[in-house]
């Protein structure tokens, strides 16, 4: 794994490269760079599944972490590939013609974070929230308790003593 | 023979419904032919699918964004929800992620119980499915059957945890506790049962007519395909690929236990079903060797500090076990704090439901897309979790 990352570093300027452990190692590339290196890893290297793509929001920071975890099936071995994007206007090259679910994922990460991936097929189509106006819920700034505050009316409640209510209904005249 | 296909225009197929040769039928949300909650889109021109959109939504309860909010053992009765027929594979994948980022290992004895309660759990929802896929095409009498032994299963799990959907058993750094006073007896006994049930269902299904003549042919996944879609689990090994985690890179004791991954060919609903049912065996098998050689002395768990006050140190991890749908896995984001910074659920249905299911679905009979949806064995929860 250690060698792979080596020989791939000085090409597709990888960076944090981390080795958790010897079969799983994350690495951070650059946006311009991620189809290149997906491919090469993909036709070249075995690393022919996609097991997950997600986003992580480091607020914080100002910016999004979209990671893309392969996995190789004769080594054994999974590589995480993290890139960065800002939180506003956030974009990234699609990988629908890699791997097909991609596809799903991108529609996904487009709807809970709103990260664009242009070209790929069904993006601006609701995939979870049907007639969804708020901002995406998956980020880490949207609290779910305030926006439902601010949406949904409380329900009109009446609060009674349980002891007193009964005594109240049953015997007035007391 | 007349083409039913649409014509494509700008590389997307146009109909038009006031043609009348078209229909727009949905399937699900409420349907019997629709596993769990959410449904497809159908295009149909006569009897056959012309084009299939699955859609989902309807069950979204926002799991990984109720993690974030939460400390690790708050999230904890969380996860097993995400799965209703088999929730210990969730279980199972929070408590290793965690304890992966703590740097724990636990207690020789609980990897033993973990990996006897997963197997339990796999025998359940086989079960369970073998039913599904006989109602599916028309076969109800086996899905009664099955459901009652599978709620034999549930008793198992009523005795030894106390609980029968949502055991809550794994706890991170371990197990809650061993086995009850004449549970092994017990389960023999329910073992013995649903060993018997699957000799009754070869007869009833595996060598019934309509059934052969009606999945075989249908859904064909092919090796080119795997990797294209992201299929595992029996998908893939029912076209005669041997992928199986508990085998490739072993977790818990699965390494101490003697079996091989269950393949056969044809990559169609039927030899998906083959292979459910030979699992069944091979699970019937393993709960038996894990009984006989399990330490039964030893302690459960090893000894935490105030978990509600766990920090857990920075950084990721990803842990993945075999469900009995395939590769479930956990990525998990810690940022030092007491809370994830992120859970991503990876569940097989993703993919099997949706960009597998959309592509396989065309050109088949409406009355087999029920057969072809359950064959891919999915679970909506894990798509929109």
């Known amino acids: ?174 | 023979m007349e083409n039913l296909y649409p014509p494509i225009v700008d590389g997307k197929s146009v109909y038009d419904l006031d043609s009348q040769k078209y229909l727009k039928m949905w399937q699900g949300p409420q349907h019997p032919g629709v596993t769990g909650n959410m449904s497809l889109e159908l295009d149909i021109s006569g009897d056959q699918v012309v084009k299939c959109k699955a859609h989902v939504g309807y069950l979204h309860r926002g799991f990984e964004k109720l993690m974030e909010r939460r400390r690790y053992i708050n999230c904890f009765p969380i996860v097993c929800r995400i799965c209703v027929p088999e929730p210990d594979t969730n279980e199972y994948l929070f408590a290793a992620a965690m304890e992966d980022l703590l740097g724990l290992d636990i207690p020789e004895r609980a990897k033993w119980l973990r990996t006897l309660n997963l197997e339990l759990s796999r025998l359940a929802s086989f079960v369970m499915w073998l039913g599904g896929q006989s109602g599916a095409f028309g076969m109800g009498t086996v899905a009664q059957w099955c459901l009652a032994h599978r709620d034999y299963v549930l008793d198992l799990f009523e005795e030894w945890t106390g609980a029968r959907i949502y055991h809550m058993y794994m706890t991170p750094g371990g197990v809650r506790g061993g086995l009850p006073e004449g549970w092994d007896a017990h389960a023999e006994k329910v073992l013995d049962g649903i060993y018997k049930l699957l000799d009754e269902i070869r007869h009833v299904m595996f060598n019934n007519a309509i059934f052969k003549q009606r999945a075989k042919g249908l859904g064909v996944i092919t090796p080119d395909m795997f990797d294209r879609f992201g299929i595992v689990g029996p998908n893939v090994r029912g076209s005669g690929s041997t992928r199986d985690i508990r085998k490739d890179t072993p977790y818990l004791i699965y390494d101490q236990l003697d079996f091989e991954a269950v393949t056969e060919q044809g990559g169609d609903v039927y030899a998906r079903a083959k292979v459910r049912w030979r699992e069944v065996y091979q699970s019937i098998d393993l709960i038996r060797q894990i009984l006989k050689n399990m330490p039964r002395k030893g302690p459960l768990h090893i000894t935490l500090p105030n978990v509600l006050h766990l920090k857990v140190p920075a950084g990721e991890t990803y842990v993945r076990a075999e469900s009995t749908r395939g590769e479930y896995g956990y990525y998990m984001v810690s940022d030092g704090s007491e809370y994830p910074r992120k859970v991503t659920v990876r569940g097989p249905s993703y993919t099997h439901a949706m960009a597998l299911l959309e592509h396989l679905a065309v050109g088949v009979n409406t009355a087999d897309v029920a057969g072809l949806m359950v064959s891919l064995h999915t679970y909506p929860p894990e798509i929109e979790r």
């Open chain 1, 1 to 174: 794994m250690q060698e792979l990352l080596d020989n791939l570093k000085e090409l597709y300027a990888l960076n944090g490269i981390t080795l958790r452990n010897p079969s799983l190692a994350w690495a951070e590339v650059t946006p311009e760079r991620l189809v290149g290196l997906l491919t090469q890893l993909r036709d070249a290297h075995g690393f022919t599944h996609l097991v997950l793509m997600t986003c992580v929001d480091w607020l914080e920071d100002g910016r999004f972490q979209v990671t893309y975890l392969l996995h190789n099936y004769t080594t054994r071995q999974d590589l995480g590939l993290h890139v960065y994007v800002g939180r506003t206007a956030s974009e990234l090259p699609s990988i629908h013609t890699l791997w097909e679910q991609g596809r799903v994922y991108q529609q996904e990460l487009h709807e809970m974070f709103g990260i664009y991936f242009p070209g790929s097929p069904g993006l601006g189509e609701p995939m979870i929230l049907e007639s969804w106006d708020g901002p995406p819920p998956m980020r880490r700034d949207f609290d779910t308790r305030v926006y439902s505050e601010e949406t949904y009316s409380h329900r009109q409640r009446t609060h009674h003593e349980p002891e007193q209510h009964m005594k109240d209904r049953l015997y007035p005249e007391d």
